[in-house]
């Protein structure tokens, strides 16, 4: 079994910063990508950011230079540092951790957080 714990979020006024952290434990045996989707009331869930082993990311064309993500190997851990927020970033936000739990192809792995609310309001 894999376990995520996410926190960072919370209540911030338009401009400002907050930053999403998130750290996997468990049954790992290696960790091929770590994400960030986010889902609004009435959307659908939607890739923010997203990097993988190699340190290689993506990102969403809305939030490409205001959103930064990185990753710490050593501790499972990936972040999401976001700067000059809007009130269209306000949505609920979860961890995607890809990888595998042992050697073999079958033991490959695909776990979401429980979610961290994210408003950015006045």
């Known amino acids: 079994q894999v376990q995520l714990v996410e926190s960072g979020g919370g209540l911030v006024q338009p401009g400002g910063s907050l930053t999403l952290s998130c750290a996997a434990s468990?049954?790992?045996?290696?960790?091929?990508?770590m994400g960030w989707y986010r889902q609004a009331p009435g959307k659908e869930r939607e890739l923010v950011a997203r990097?993988?082993?190699?340190?290689?990311?993506n990102y969403a064309d809305s939030v490409k230079g205001r959103f930064t993500i990185s990753r710490l190997n050593a501790a499972n851990t990936v972040y999401l540092q976001m700067k000059s927020l809007k009130p269209e970033d306000t949505a609920v936000y979860y961890c995607?951790?890809?990888?595998?739990?042992?050697?073999?192809?079958?033991?490959?792995?695909?776990?979401w957080g429980q979610g961290t609310q994210v408003t950015v309001s006045s």
């Open positions: 995607n951790v890809m990888g595998y739990s042992g050697r073999s192809s079958a033991s490959v792995f695909e776990h």
């Open positions: 468990g049954s790992i045996f290696v960790i091929n990508a």
């Open positions: 990097v993988n082993s190699g340190g290689g990311t």
